[in-house]
């Protein structure tokens, strides 16, 4: 069976914008990529139920958000001074979709209207600092819905993740907020599918906190793990965090030692280390596993390839299948919903 996958992608070098490509889920390979939409470095995508793509955007020098219909017609783009967003997610029951944006520290919810085009709704906009050199200010990195419909908000700039109550025309109260290890750098954060806990990736540090997650935007550290091997010393900077369905295996990206960790979810929740595999590309900033869980695709920022890894449902250990598919300054790797 062929599927469609998408990729967002920087647009400093050789991409053109968000393209899209065949994916046979029996041989694992992967061809046909095709330019889906022109827009300015569309780096994290997110579908709704009707296929509308929504993705970063930017227009006449101006920075915010854009939507494209399933066809790769603009819809609109909602946009104002200073950079673009840098994650959307898409909050299904309220009509809502909800930005990050990393340079100006800021939370945005958009009202979805019938056609898929988007309207700003509400923002907040955060303050604070960190040790680590790249947090001298607010940093909001991802935004995205709690299990109990919460919206939450990753800091990388300030180490903290803050919950916000949601009302149905998108206005934000806050009602809680962690406070991660000084300098961690939050980046992004997955619930477990059936138990009480979350996982926090942190950039700065390499690590993964476990959190027991009590509900009401609550957290409490239960658990940290590094992403890296004993002894490694060089440069690196986490990106992505993925659980798969079944709640057993959760996997990590590395960026500068460029592979992805894969740990074993244990009776309690928390994590234990069972390979890191290298993803044979530089910058692997994004990667996601398949609809059906027996693959994992990797995309590379800088070395422009896409990295096909087998996945085996019973240990979770991963297998390369292949890693010379073409994809430009890749950084989101996307499957629509239906």
């Known amino acids: 069976m062929t599927q469609i996958v998408y990729f967002g992608t920087y647009t400093r070098r050789l991409s053109e914008g968000i ?11 992967l061809s046909n990529l095709t330019l889906f939409a022109q ?25 915010g958000i854009a939507a494209y219909g399933a066809d790769g017609q603009l819809l609109n783009h909602v946009v104002e001074e200073g ?44 303050t604070g600092s960190g040790p680590h050199e790249n947090q001298i200010s607010a940093h909001v990195h991802y935004t995205n819905l709690t299990p109990d419909q919460y919206l939450v908000a990753c800091d990388l700039g300030t180490d903290q993740v803050t919950t916000y109550d949601v009302d149905e025309n998108g206005k934000l109260t806050q009602v809680d907020s962690y406070q991660s290890t000084a300098g ?6 997955v619930f477990h599918h059936y138990q009480k806990i979350a996982y926090l990736i942190c950039e700065l540090n390499s ?9 009401v935007g609550h957290f409490e550290r239960m658990q940290t793990v590094s992403t890296l091997p004993e002894g490694y010393k060089d440069f690196n900077g986490t990106a992505a965090i993925r659980l798969s369905t079944d709640g057993k295996f959760l996997y990590a990206s590395n960026r500068g030692h460029d592979s992805i960790a894969v740990y074993k979810v244990l009776g309690d929740a928390s994590l234990e280390l069972l390979e890191i595999v290298p993803t044979n590309g ?14 994992l695709i990797a995309v590379h920022q800088d070395s422009d390839n896409a990295t096909v890894f087998k996945r085996n449902n019973e240990t979770g250990r991963l297998t390369e299948l292949s890693h010379d598919f073409v994809v430009p300054e890749g950084v989101c790797v996307a499957f629509p919903k239906k």
């Open 39 to 63: 827009e300015p470095s569309p780096t994290y995508l997110a579908f709704d139920e009707v296929n509308h793509l929504y993705t970063v955007g930017a227009e006449n020098n101006l920075g």
């Open 207 to 215: 690590t993964i906190e476990v959190l027991i997650y009590d509900g």
């Open 184 to 189: 961690a750098g939050p980046r992004h954060i």
């Open 282 to 295: 530089k910058n692997p900033r994004d990667f996601d596993l398949t609809p059906d869980q027996n693959h």
């Open 19 to 29: 393209y899209k490509a065949n994916f046979d889920n029996v041989s694992g390979k």
């Open 83 to 126: 950079a673009p967003l840098c994650y959307v997610a898409v909050d299904e029951k309220r009509g809502l979709v909800y930005g990050a944006n990393y340079h100006k520290g800021q939370v945005l919810v958009y009202k979805r209207q019938a056609d898929g085009r988007l309207v700003l709704a509400d923002s907040d906009t955060h």
